[in-house]
């Protein structure tokens, strides 16, 4: 993308009708299968996902961004990052949840049109949106799930790591961001350790009564859940680039088998 074409980019990284256009543009050039499997607030949802599926023992990727409204370096990374790897992704089964949060990205907001934090409603059953979204994703198992977001209070780039399978990713990961934007520099966020960006705490179900999607996919479908972060105060040139390139190992370390 030239500095012009990306500049114009960001300028509508809230125009949620005009990031489903390029995806549905780039679902229709791959073959891949973009489907509504909800509406939220009056807007449709959707999920990408290869329509021809790779060989069996392909590695299984979930990915997601926009379930905050605020955070649009996530949704913005995810479409132009799909855009480029399209090839390497033929040999994936992925499901990507390109915007879980229209509305909220349409209005600049962490939360849908009627205050729920759909990030802390995945053991609720009022929330349509997440409900559709367990039963797109029931019966299926992935390797890895990554969730994109970004946060006002970062100092620099940050990862969740649920500790499960090794070898574990987190550091490979935060070193592909810290190309573009610096790790986080503090000690604790939100009251959790952090070392040089990395959070890697085991959860229990019971620790919060509020699920985000990070433990829907650990306690559910993902044999990995990993929450990348970064931070909102930073240009949104240099926050599209870090998830990018966090993507990009992502991939790399789940083909490399
Ligand atoms: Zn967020």
């Not at 999920?47 to 955070?71: K, Q, T």
């Not at 040999?91 to 205050?115: H, M, S, Y």
């Amino acid at each position: 993308m030239t500095r012009q074409t990306e500049t114009s980019a960001h300028l509508r990284a809230h125009d949620y009708a005009w990031l489903v256009a390029r995806w549905k543009k780039l679902a229709a050039r791959e073959r891949w299968k973009m489907g509504e499997f909800a509406e939220a607030d009056g807007l449709p949802v959707y999920a990408v996902e290869p329509r021809r599926l790779p060989a069996n023992d392909a590695p299984a990727l979930y990915l997601s961004a926009g379930i905050h409204g605020d955070e649009p370096a996530a949704t913005e990374a995810l479409v132009s990052w799909a855009a480029r790897r399209a090839r390497a992704l033929a040999r994936v089964r992925f499901l990507i949840f390109p915007c879980l949060n229209p509305w909220g990205l349409l209005n600049n907001n962490r939360r849908n049109a009627v205050g729920i934090d759909l990030n802390r409603g995945y053991l609720r059953e009022d929330v349509p949106v997440i409900t559709a979204q367990k039963a797109l994703v029931a019966g299926r198992t992935f390797d890895a799930a990554l969730m994109l977001h970004e946060d006002y209070d970062a100092h620099g780039i940050y990862l969740y790591e649920l500790p499960s399978v090794k070898p574990f990713w987190g550091e490979r990961l935060l070193a592909a961001g810290a190309r573009h934007v610096p790790c986080e520099p503090r000690a604790k966020v939100e009251g959790r350790t952090c070392r040089k960006g990395l959070i890697r705490t085991r959860i229990t179900p019971g620790e919060m009564p509020e699920h985000p999607e990070a433990f829907f996919v650990a306690f559910g479908p993902s044999r990995r859940s990993l929450t990348f972060e970064t931070p909102s105060e930073f240009s949104l040139t240099a926050r599209v680039r870090a998830h990018d390139a966090v993507l990009d190992e992502l991939l790399k370390l789940a083909t490399r088998g």
